[in-house]
């Protein structure tokens, strides 16, 4: 680890999908996005580690009932709630994470304890022993909001191939990737899944397909989980950055693969020179940004506008 310090950089996300017309939503979702960006990046500032930011950025955004992680997880075809989160440590290369995971208020911490753990992704049965073992208070994350929406779509015979929508405000997996000033990369996501999935579906959230992260870049990613690992997105972007591509031009060459077959998918990224980018096949994609100057959004890109970078 370098002594030298640079200027830390942070992008989060709450989530992609279809268009985002109620203004109401937008305003409440880029302020969330914006308090949070703007809590982490302090942290940041106070030469908090990468995995530490990922992990407090994670929290928080799981706190928020908004979003489709922790507190305000969708719920699946059988009306129960199981979460998933995955955390990557690029400067020591380790993944961690929960697999369907029920009744914690934050999967990321689950993450976190695995790190140092030689068996290091566990599944449901095996996570919820963990959660004994490490004393975790039981917690329900369930929302009269979700609830309804599930008895809303039980009405329909569960038509939807996700549950709700985020021109209703109510999806959004998370995400956190943060670069720190000592150098370090470091990536969370988390999630309630898609909402209305089959028991023992597993999203990629929790996999390196949908975090990824080395000491040269780190990827979170959103949107539904099959074409995520169909494409492998995360780990995807992050090698073709370490077999010499510039990020803007891994993302891009990704994102135009995914959208040649028709995924629905968007990531955010950053690496090692500090350069933030993000991409999507989605219409929308819910992110906000520090690069160390400004608080920046991509809230309000045209559904057209399918990547893009700050450096
Ligand atoms: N990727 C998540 C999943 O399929 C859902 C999302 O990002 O909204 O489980």
Redo the contacts with the bound molecule.
């Keep these: 680890m370098s002594t030298e310090k640079i200027q830390p950089k942070l992008i989060l996300h709450g989530?992609?999908?279809s268009s985002l017309k109620d203004k109401g939503g937008l305003t409440a979702v880029r302020q969330s996005l914006h308090s949070i960006i703007k809590e982490v990046y302090d942290l940041l500032l106070k030469d908090a580690t990468a995995i530490d930011a990922v992990i407090k950025g994670c929290e928080l955004l799981e706190n928020e009932p908004r979003f489709?992680a922790g507190t305000g997880s969708v719920l699946q075809s059988d009306g129960q709630i199981r979460m998933?989160a995955g955390l990557m440590d690029g400067s020591r290369q380790s993944f961690s994470g929960v697999i369907n995971v029920s009744r914690v208020k934050n999967p990321i911490q689950l993450a976190q304890s695995l790190q140092q753990q030689t068996d290091r992704l566990l599944s449901d049965y095996g996570a919820a022993e963990f959660c004994r073992e490490l004393n975790v208070p039981i917690y329900d994350p369930l929302t009269d909001l979700r609830l309804q929406e599930w008895i809303e779509e039980r009405k329909d015979n569960f038509t939807k191939k996700?549950a709700g929508t985020i021109a209703e405000s109510r999806?959004?997996?998370i995400g956190v990737v943060v670069l720190d000033c000592f150098g370090n990369l470091a990536a969370g996501t988390s999630?309630?899944?898609?909402g209305l999935?089959k028991i023992g579906r597993v999203?990629?959230?929790a996999m390196p397909a949908?975090n990824y992260a080395t000491n040269q870049a780190a990827v979170s990613?959103?949107?539904?989980?099959?074409d995520?690992i169909d494409e492998c997105l995360a780990a995807k972007i992050v090698i073709r950055v370490a077999d010499g591509l510039s990020l803007e031009a891994a993302v891009k060459k990704s994102i135009l693969e995914a959208k040649e077959n028709n995924r629905d998918?968007g990531a955010i990224c950053l690496d090692a020179t500090g350069a933030i980018a993000w991409g999507k096949t989605s219409e929308i994609l819910l992110a906000a940004y520090h690069d160390g100057t400004t608080i920046g959004d991509t809230l309000e890109l045209s559904p057209t506008e399918y990547i893009g970078t700050k450096i």
């Design positions: 989530g992609a999908g489709n998933s996700m999806q959004g997996t999630t309630g899944g898609k999935e999203s990629d959230s949908g990613c959103t949107g539904i989980g099959e995520i998918l």
